[in-house]
């Protein structure tokens, strides 16, 4: 059975730092990997998606994840913080089959000053 | 890519009632899915609605608490019935645009608190 995993339900840094939300998947066929951001009030927006050409995909507003089949690992990271990268971020999967996305019980990212 | 709106965006209902929530696609999709966010969770599917046959639900979710209509490419319903506190969640309709495609787009989502 395909599932997400997403490390850490809250992640607090401070505006600058990196970020780092972790995800690993388990899907007993190569996945489609997504990440998608909910801002408070707001439907999901996707950031980023792997479909099986490069391992390393740049997404928006800075963000980036590397696919690392040997780890079944999907992280999303950005260099430096902003106060407006607060939101709640999913980690989600399609295993290719024409069903919906599976999706991981989400991080929450909070961005001090 | 698809532009997808929902309504009603939020509503306070009383227990017993029902809602139906409206999604539009600006363009012709071929899947349609309805998801559940309780507060503080993760998306929950309800049910996948393909236009010309009937829904299909999750384990969980049935068509007499969740009855939803596809008449068209475009266009969906889903009616939450016979409501109860426990419904109050986010609605959200997602769409993938073609048979294969490796994207979902999602709707604002209904925001529905029920009394």
Redesign the interface.
Known sequence: AQSVTQLGSHVSVSEGALVLLRCNYSSSVPP?L?W?VQYP??????LL?Y?SAATLVKGINGFEAEFKKSETSFHLTKPSAHMSDAAEY?C?L?ARG????I????TTLSVSS | SAVISQKPSRDICQRGTSLTIQCQVDSQVTMMFWYRQQPGQSLTLIATANQGSEATYESGFVIDKFPISRPNLTFSTLTVSNMSPEDSSIYLCSVRTGEGTDTQYFGPGTRLTVL
């Open positions: 489609y997504f998608y009030n707001q439907g999901l927006q996707l998606k479909t999913f989600a399609d024409g069903t919906a996305l999706f991981g019980k989400g």
